[in-house]
């Protein structure tokens, strides 16, 4: 499964998010992480992103994990690590 990290916050536009979450299925997030669903394909979320300059986000594989091994803790309290 993908997550898309924004690098820097303050750069970051609210019409970005909105197009994301228009567009793709968020199953998790945080304030500057996105989860994919599982059947959120790259090609799709590039798709969306095509807009959005590169130095802005970055597109990590990630995966559920148990909370001993938590990388990435999400505003549910699902948690992830980075493949």
């Known amino acids: 499964m993908y997550g898309l990290r924004i690098i820097d916050p303050t750069y970051w ?3 970005w998010s909105a197009a994301i979450g228009q567009s793709l299925s968020i199953l998790n997030s945080t304030y ?10 790259r090609e799709d979320i590039l798709k969306v992103t095509r807009e959005i300059p590169d130095e802005a986000y970055q597109l990590i594989r990630i995966h559920p994990a148990e909370s001993g091994v938590c990388e990435i803790y999400t505003d549910s309290g699902q948690c992830y690590e980075q493949d």
């Open 32 to 41: 500057n992480l996105f989860v994919f669903d599982t059947t959120t394909r």
């Open 13 to 15: 536009r609210d019409s």
